[in-house]
């Protein structure tokens, strides 16, 4: 995988706990292959949150809503890797966690097969075919509509619909999602989003550990350069590196509300 390569496009500075920072969208020119492989990001702009050393960059087209999520510390890796990463959409715009994407599925998704000698009487063919659903439910994403009382799991390579995807590259756990615009689609009670020309995007890092990467100071989202180097009117005149860190308070959840980009 090759290095990944940022240019000083824009900044952003704010507070982490309880703030949410209005971002803009890039059109994507050709639909993002969601595989956990950012090669495809090397040239869009990115926000990174000092306080949670995650790093995000968003994409759209007339149909889906691109994401990528940058987590540089070892600690918080090893935690997401273990747990998963959750994700709420707002069609609105705004902080509600009605829609909640996990992935990967996991235990969530995991069936008791052993109970009751259900596995024992599946013929060989049958096991085959169960473990290779049940493993597709295992790697998949889980999305729940809390307003319709729905939840479902995709596969995460789906060729339409959710996606998503995670790799480590150049220390960076890097994940990748793909959100239908059109999510009255797949659940019958949640809004189109982008109606009001933006999306609410949440990122849960609270809970995932007791001590949170950064300052103490609070944080701030800023652009940021190539790896090794600092992004430009970061703050304080400290030489930091643009993800990872030291140990210091528990950390927030992350909020933003993305301004969604026109066809060009």
């Known amino acids: 995988m090759k290095p990944i390569i940022c240019t000083f496009l824009f900044i952003v500075s704010f507070v982490l706990s309880g703030c949410k920072e209005e971002v803009r969208s890039t059109w994507a020119q050709s639909p993002l292959k969601i595989d956990g492989d950012i090669e495809e990001w090397k040239d869009a702009p990115f926000v990174i949150f000092e306080d949670g050393r995650l790093a995000l960059s968003v994409e759209n087209d007339s149909a889906y809503l691109y994401l990528a999520c940058r987590i540089g510390d070892a600690t918080l890796q090893r ?128 809970g995932l550990r007791e001590r949170q990467i950064g300052s103490s100071s609070g944080g701030s989202g800023r652009a940021i350069g190539p790896p090794g180097r600092r992004g430009r009117g970061g703050g304080g005149g400290e030489n930091r590196p643009p993800i990872g860190g030291e140990s210091g308070e528990r950390t927030s959840d992350v909020w933003v509300s993305v301004w969604l980009a026109g066809a060009k």
């Open 79 to 206: 935690m997401i890797d273990r747990l998963g990463l959750t994700l709420w959409v707002d069609p609105e715009g705004e902080s509600s966690e009605d829609l909640e994407i996990h992935f990967p599925a996991g235990r969530s998704a995991e069936l008791r097969l052993s109970r009751g000698g259900f596995w024992d009487n599946l013929t060989e063919e049958q096991k085959a075919r169960t473990s290779k659903q049940i493993e597709e439910m295992r790697t998949g994403i889980l999305v729940y509509d809390k307003r319709g009382v729905e939840s479902h799991v995709y596969p995460s390579r789906s060729a339409r619909g959710f996606a998503a995807g995670a790799a480590m590259s150049n220390g960076l756990l890097i994940y990748e999602f793909r959100i239908p615009l059109d999510t009255q689609k797949f659940f019958s009670r949640a809004g189109a989003l982008g109606t009001q020309g933006k999306v609410g995007i949440g990122v849960k890092l609270s």
